[in-house]
């Protein structure tokens, strides 16, 4: 049987993160293919619907990845990102959803092995938790028409 593959979605700050993840690839590093980067401005601008719009979408894991503290560009977005994580994961978890699907990490645009290995860690730990299979169950329920009640008698 084939290995479970996830499908990750990774947020990552335009300033630091996603000039590290680039970094990695001019750099030829080694990681697993499974995630999607969507570059954000600011790891504060990553609002919790982000996350569960992700999942309901299909994701199985969500990385988001900002500036090292005190290294915000915008001073304070990941400080509002890091007081924000707990609650998302709390979330998450009123959802059936296990926390450890999604992850806040620092990388720095300089840190292009860090995000190698932070995203190979996460991709080996959400394989352990398997597919997510949440997308179904999120999906809205068929519209009922006034034909389609009569007809399903
Ligand atoms: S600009 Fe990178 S976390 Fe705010």
């Known amino acids: 049987m084939a290995q479970f593959e996830p499908r990750i979605v990774a947020f990552l700050c335009r300033w630091c993160s996603y000039t590290g993840a680039d970094l990695a690839g001019t750099s030829r590093l080694k990681y697993p293919p499974n995630v999607l980067p969507i570059r954000v401005m600011c ?44 609650l998302v994961r709390k979330l998450l978890a009123q959802f059936g959803v296990e926390p450890e699907r999604v992850r806040l990490e620092w990388v720095s645009a300089s840190e292009g092995d860090r995000y190698a290995e932070v ?35």
């Open 43 to 86: 790891s504060g601008r990553v609002d919790p619907t982000f996350v569960v719009n992700a999942f309901r979408k299909g994701a199985d894991g969500v990385l988001i990845c900002g500036c090292h503290p005190g290294d915000c560009h915008y001073n304070e977005g990941n400080y509002n990102m890091m007081r924000r994580f707990p």
């Open 119 to 153: 995203v190979a860690e996460f991709t080996d730990e959400i394989r352990k938790l398997g597919p997510l299979e949440w997308a179904p169950m999120m999906a809205p329920p068929p519209v009922q028409t006034a034909e389609s009640v009569v007809t399903a008698k």
